[in-house]
């Protein structure tokens, strides 16, 4: 008898593997660069594919430090734990020994990186549920005591990624950071330690918990960040815990999951699962239905920011605008104009790497100049203004947004019997 498919989605494949190769994407589609190289055209070849790329940037990287060229070697190490990291996220799959290859040398390189950075960097075991979360944290130069921002990645993401370790945007801003592999995520994986619909507030609950022990934090002054599903994850946190004293995070995740898990990429559901452990999707279905933050958002105790894509096709702008209404004050919106889910290295914030917002924002909130009726929405527009720093609008609604109010249908268009139910 066939075996059918574990997941429904799974049928979409082969449009998967045409998405691979003509647009160089896996997910989040919307976007014009490639995240794999051409030679990549299938799904299937991308482990391989970057595994290949990878040793060759750490076969440089080597090479320069042999010849005493830290920042280099550094700078190299860490593209290739990225492109490391890149072929390992492709196998959902326990115990595959590719996976554990490549996610190893991702860990191996970026072990590199923070030998060869010029300013601390530790990887870090943090007890939890009789296991051990694997974070990494960047500390300020001479490690003087300072606020210190939680960070909790995407679920295509892990602790090492995406905030660049030689530039943080957060330690350059005076702030300790630390990123975890929660539930699901990156070295947990590997550890087996399953995410479910409730527990990533307790990980994030245990990290602050190891953190407040830590000399180079002051424990007044903790603020969490998350990107992608990390948004959803760092909200949780935020309201279960009150040690949390502000909270900033982006690329939205915040309402109902029907629209990551059933309308966008199949690999989101595919990933989720294998993070999850779970191989029946009804029974996944039902665990999606309860990640929402309708009970949690009015539990924010803190300043909270909230960054989404005008367009997002994981997170509808009415769907997030619906949680910040539970969310209390002080609390604040960027709705980035024409973006979708990654609003990094837009013209929206001037080309800029968008974290030094983030982190400025933190800041500010973190030394209390956020007032306790803060309710600021705000359209970072795409090619004018003053990017986030731009006056509040009403209503990111068109005609709401040009500061118009809308009557209704007009005389022509009621017409001479009016318009009937």
Known sequence: MAMRTERRRDNQQWLLDHMVKTTGRMINFAYDYRAVPPEAKSYAMIPRVMEKH????????????????RLTAAELFWRASEEYREGQHAIFEDDNA????????????????????????????????????QG??????????????LFIPGMDMTKEALLDPLHHPFTERGLNCLHIDGPGQGTSNIRKIRVTHDNYRRAGAAAIDWLVTRPEVEVEKI????????????????????RVKAIATAAACYGPKRAIFEQASPRFKQVFMYMAGIHDEDEFDRMADKMTLDAVAPLVACPSLQVVGEYDPLAPLDEVLAVYEKVPRPRELWVVENDFHVPRNIENFGGTFFYGCLADWLNDALA????????????????????????????VHLPGRYGTRSSGPSGAQRGPAGIKD
């Not at 603020?223 to 009150?242: L, Q």
């Open 54 to 69: 990878a040793r060759h940037t750490e076969t440089i990287a080597r090479a320069a430090a042999a010849a005493g060229h």
């Open 98 to 133: 590719e996976k554990i290859y490549l996610h190893g040398k991702e860990l191996e390189c970026f072990e590199r990186v923070m030998e060869l950075a010029p300013r601390p960097i530790e990887r870090v075991e943090i007890p939890f549920e009789g296991n051990y979360l």
């Open 136 to 149: 990494v944290l960047h500390l300020l130069p001479g490690r003087p005591k300072a606020p210190t921002v």
């Open 223 to 242: 603020g969490v960040s998350g990107f992608s599903f990390g948004s959803y994850w760092g909200m949780e946190i935020a309201g279960f815990d009150k």
């Open 368 to 395: 209390g100049r956020k007032a306790a009726g803060l309710d600021r929405i705000v359209l970072v527009r795409q090619k004018e203004g003053p990017g986030p720093y731009d006056e509040p609008i009403a209503d």
